[in-house]
């Protein structure tokens, strides 16, 4: 009902558009009615004066299955006695459907709006209750079917592919005696056996790596203590160095630099002693060694024997901002890793130069720039100077700097590099300070 009374107001609305035109008479065109029948996604036919006018099934009209003359009882009852709306039963062989017509007056004329509705509502029903009965049946046996392939596709599959993946778990955790067992003759027969034989290899494999790496971790010690050792003894020769020539010039101090000199050259042999010590053993990893220092102090202390060697050459200057140097944490790594950074800097420069140390207060945190005017370092080499063994150096280990980063983060700190080619290098050291609890 609420269709056909839509499709009258869609009737009266193109009625009254018409008469704004000059046209007095409105034409109904046929595109109006096929308009209608695909808003409202069912077939409409409209009849004018008990007449067909149009429909959107023509064809049935034109082939005389139908009359294009309306039904007598039907125009009776909208013409003549007034009613709304009129719903008959109409069947076409075993074809049976149901019409709604509905009336619509224009000035002397009366159009008739004609709706059918195939099937009555026990042939849907008795459709609905087939198509019912024919889903469920399907469905259960499918379900049925999809149980039994489950279970076979469990039975053959998904067991032994569950035997694997605790397999697998347990050779990622390390066991590598693990073994599945598999008696069908299938396709996952081959993929257990490969399984089992790459667990032998890898076994076989482990025992070849860590021979392998046994024999790499002698090597890389071997060049560690070479290097840890090599440093040390450059400020011991420039002592030794030093002594012979204030004694060659007959200097009036030679008694006191005598004493200075070798009081470094002691404590730079217990150094080394203590490297040596620390390498003895390869398995015990020197833990830091935390203590309250004044950094200051520190680097005055390796700046000495430098200052009192190289001063003909070298320009040594130690600035600072603040007054407060006190750092909590292990002096001795703290010392390797300065002096790395400064016996570098020392070979970077060729003839004479300057190497300036600037100390500095950042709030809860202290820096250390270290820069010199040597020969600097290329562009492509700034951002691999911290990996171990890279070196610009001909003959360097590539352990030094390696070293340095590693000691500064023990340290929970940062170290960064600045070099421009030719113009020299600045080592950039932040330390948190850290205060006692």
Not at 224 to 231: D, T
Not at 277 to 295: C, N, Q, V, Y
Request: hydrophobic residues 40%; charged residues 25%; proline residues 4%.
């Amino acid at each position: 009902t609420s269709r056909a009374y839509f499709a009258r107001s869609i009737l009266h609305d193109f009625i009254s558009l018409q008469e704004q035109t000059e046209s007095p008479t409105p034409e109904m065109p046929e595109d109006l009615v096929f308009w209608i029948s695909s808003t409202l996604n069912n077939d409409v036919n409209l009849f004018k004066n008990g007449r067909l006018l149009s429909s959107s099934r023509r064809e049935f009209f034109e082939t005389g299955l139908f009359s294009e003359m309306m039904d007598g009882e039907t125009y009776f009852r909208l013409a003549w006695q007034n009613q709304p709306l009129v719903v008959n039963r109409r069947a076409f062989g075993r074809y049976s459907y149901q019409t709604l017509t509905i009336p619509y007056r224009y000035q002397q004329d009366t159009y008739f709006l004609n709706l059918p509705f195939p099937f009555e509502r026990q042939e849907i029903s008795r459709a609905r209750a087939e198509l019912f009965e024919f889903f469920l049946f399907t469905s259960v046996f499918f379900i049925l079917l999809i149980a039994f392939l489950v279970a076979t596709i469990k039975k053959m599959v998904v067991l032994p592919i569950n035997q694997l993946i605790r397999a697998t778990q347990e050779v990622s955790l390390g066991n590598l005696d693990v073994r599945v067992e598999h008696q069908a003759r299938d396709e996952l027969k081959s993929l257990v056996e490969g399984f089992n034989n790459m667990v032998e290899n890898l076994k076989a494999h482990e025992k070849e790596l860590a021979e392998l790496s046994q024999r790499v971790a002698w090597t890389e010690m071997a060049r560690k203590v070479a290097h840890e050792i090599k440093n040390p003894l450059t400020p011991i020769q420039l002592s030794a160095e030093h002594i012979l020539k204030v004694h060659a010039d007959k200097h009036p101090d030679f008694d006191r630099v005598l004493q200075e000199s070798i009081s470094y050259i002691i404590s730079e042999v217990e150094n080394l002693r203590r490297i040596a010590g620390e390498f003895m053993t390869i398995a015990r990893d020197s833990g830091t060694i935390k203590t309250r220092f004044d950094l200051k102090e520190l680097v005055q202390e390796l700046l000495r024997p430098f200052q009192q060697t190289l001063t003909d050459r070298i320009s040594f200057s130690l600035r600072q901002s603040g007054h407060d140097f006190e750092l909590l944490g292990d002096r001795g790594k703290m010392k390797v890793a300065l002096r790395n950074i400064l016996i570098n800097a020392i070979e970077a420069i060729k003839g004479k130069g300057r190497i300036e140390i600037n100390l500095k207060e950042a709030g809860q945190e202290l820096v250390v720039e270290i820069k010199d005017n040597g020969c600097g370092i290329q562009p492509e080499m700034v951002d691999r100077i911290f990996e171990p063994y890279f070196s610009t150096k001909e003959k360097g280990t590539g352990l030094g700097l390696a070293i340095c980063k590693r000691i500064v983060e023990e340290h929970e700190g940062s170290i960064r590099l600045e070099s421009q080619q030719g113009k020299g290098t600045r080592v950039i050291i932040t330390l948190p300070r850290k205060q006692p609890e």
